[in-house]
Nanobody, 126 residues
Framework: QVQLVESGGGLVQAGGSLRISCTAS????????MGWFRQAPGKEREFVAAISVNAYSTYYANSAKDRFTISRDNAKNTVYLQMTSLKPEDTAVYYC???????????????????WGQGTQVTVSS
């Protein structure tokens, strides 16, 4: 069973940058795609970005394109989300998920992931 721990969130001004991390344990990290999702108060969890097992393929929500970059370091069992040009509407709790199927391509659907951690709060002030 995979366990995920997100970290690196905080308070940042609009236009600023932040990098959040997610470290996995419990199974072979490099066999599974990874995804980042976020949930704002009163809203459903939404897809942000995903990365394939070998990092050759990355996928982004329209809201994240050209501003966020997902990456992974399989040697450190960690996936990152570098966020730039942050906007107040990016304020949310950010969660990472590990794909349910070994070697599968990433999915945009949160039901395709497991091992959700406690999340990390990102707050962007205007």
């Amino acid at each position: 069973q995979v366990q995920l721990v997100e970290s690196g969130g905080g308070l940042v001004q609009a236009g600023g940058s932040l990098r959040i991390s997610c470290t996995a344990s419990g199974r072979s990290f490099d066999n599974f795609p990874m995804g980042w999702f976020r949930q704002a108060p009163g809203k459903e969890r939404e897809f942000v970005a995903a990365i394939s097992v070998n990092a050759y393929s990355t996928y982004y929500a329209n809201s994240a394109k050209d501003r966020f970059t997902i990456s992974r370091d399989n040697a450190k069992n960690t996936v990152y989300l570098q966020m730039t040009s942050l906007k107040p509407e990016d304020t949310a709790v950010y969660y990472c998920g590990s794909g349910k199927e070994r070697w599968a391509p990433p999915t945009f659907d949160s039901h395709g992931y497991e091992g959700w951690g406690q999340g990390t709060q990102v707050t962007v002030s205007s």
